[in-house]
């Protein structure tokens, strides 16, 4: 297409124009100010452009100037929900649009209460909200959002006067996987007075609270209780086949008038028992020098059965010793879990056997030349041989004490403990077995 000189200039003048506005728009706001007419935000995903909007401070029908644009960016930045930001201005010398053009910050993570038992969470979140309106119950992992929470719910606990520090943590839950900021009151004295399991039948409550009694008189701490709960009292659970018994956040009561339990708390640990499971089969996968017949036998289980998480655990220590048998005594298993619909549960488990391994050396220390010797002579793996972890095990727990007795028979003097020990070598791929033995302490008459 062929442009006339005519339609050129025309062009010129127009964006010329352009620029001139663009100009006197930025000229205007930079000397005398302007009146804000809009806000935009360009390039979010997934914050609210009101969010934004309400933590620049800035005001639709303001008059503001650049001093004013330049101080609303700084304030969005070091929020830290941002990685890049500029902003531009459009419009005439009177009234003016600002677009902000951003890149978000990664991630957000959650923001955690660990021992805040005089407020509720809602409580909490309107106390943040007060210095930061934008809050969600998310931080971002930069910029200054954190240390405003802190000043937050330190102005909370002065207000009200209770005394203690305000503190944060980066914390990663491993229960659940994720990281979270985690804010706690340092100094404060909030003893653990009782403990309540709403939801416990199938593990009677009563049950649950004796399992847990070094919690009592505690300071009370959302994440230790939590934790406990996991990893302490979920075994129950597993034990009868309720592999997916769940505890809930625990949840804190004043225990106002509790005999000796001053500024204490009464805590309720929810719990959903689930179902109780039935084993359905062990599916294989990585496994080479066991098959998966072999793999199964070991472990132990049959269909129809109880899927006990006790004896599934120790199946899988089975499993281990069947490999180191072979030599293999850096394999690795890894379960994933598929839960239908009759109730049953099939057990998937990824095998790394990894490489095998031959006998090295039998070290024996702490005995005369003569005595180890003759033990050496009770050692039945030669040097090169592959590797058999049942032979150690065998040694430890019959040899050895048979040897120490019958040194004791001939010598009243001989009291001493033997403590085994395997140090596979990677490099080598040879496993030196070492025995230590030490002088056993006399016993008091």
């Not at 944060?168 to 985690?182: I, N, R």
């Not at 199938?202 to 009592?216: G, Q, R, T, Y």
């Not at 180191?324 to 839960?339: L, M, N, P, Q, W």
């Not at 727990?397 to 003097?413: E, V």
């Amino acid at each position: 297409m062929v442009i006339s000189t005519h339609h050129s200039r025309q062009m010129l003048r127009a964006i010329l124009l352009l620029v001139t506005l663009m100009a006197s728009a930025s000229l205007g706001v930079a000397q005398q100010g302007a009146r804000l007419r809009k806000i935009e935000v360009v390039g979010l995903r997934r914050i609210p452009p009101a969010q934004v909007i309400e933590a620049s401070e800035l005001k639709i029908g303001d008059t503001v100037n650049s001093a004013m644009l330049d101080a609303a960016s700084t304030r969005l930045m070091q929020t830290g929900l941002f990685k890049k930001l500029t902003y531009r201005v459009r419009g005439t010398a009177g009234e003016v649009a600002v677009i902000f053009e951003v890149e978000e910050a990664n991630r957000n993570l959650p923001v955690v209460f660990e021992n805040f038992v005089w407020f509720t969470d809602d409580e909490l979140h309107d106390a943040i909200r007060s210095d930061i309106p934008f809050f969600n119950g998310t931080a971002p992992e930069s910029g200054d959002t954190t240390a405003k929470i802190t000043q937050a719910l330190q102005r909370l606990l002065n207000e009200k006067k209770i005394p203690g520090r305000v503190e944060m943590m980066p914390y990663t839950d491993l229960a659940k996987g994720k990281q979270e900021f985690l804010f706690t009151v340092k100094g404060a004295k909030i003893p653990v007075c009782a403990l309540r399991f709403p939801g416990a039948e199938a593990v009677p409550e009563a049950e649950l609270i004796k399992a847990s009694a070094s919690l009592l008189n505690s300071d009370y701490s959302r994440k230790d209780i939590a934790g406990f709960a996991n990893y302490t009292l979920f075994p129950l659970y597993r034990r009868l086949g309720r592999l997916r018994a769940q505890f809930q956040e625990p949840t804190p009561a004043l225990a106002e008038g509790v005999p000796n339990c001053s500024g204490g708390v009464i805590v309720s640990v929810p719990v959903d028992e689930g179902a109780v499971y039935t084993w359905a089969t062990a599916e294989w996968s990585g496994n080479q020098s066991l098959s998966a017949t072999e793999l199964s036998a070991t472990l132990g289980m049959k269909s129809g059965e109880i899927a006990d998480g006790f004896r599934i655990d120790a199946g899988l220590k089975e499993v281990q010793k069947a490999y180191s048998r072979k030599g293999y005594v850096a394999v690795r298993t890894k379960e994933d879990f598929e839960f239908d619909a009759a109730q049953r549960v099939t057990y998937r488990i990824a095998v790394q056997e990894g490489r095998q391994y031959r006998m090295g050396n039998l070290i024996i220390n702490g005995l005369a030349p003569d005595l180890s010797q003759e033990l050496k002579q009770s050692w039945t793996l030669a040097s090169g041989a592959v590797f058999d972890g049942s032979l150690v095990d065998d040694f430890r727990l019959n040899t050895l004490p048979k040897f120490i007795g019958t040194q004791m028979q001939r010598s009243l003097a001989f009291r001493s403990t033997a403590m085994t020990e395997t140090r596979p070598d990677a490099q080598k791929l040879t496993v030196d077995v070492t025995i230590t033995f030490k002088e056993r302490p006399p016993t008091s008459p």
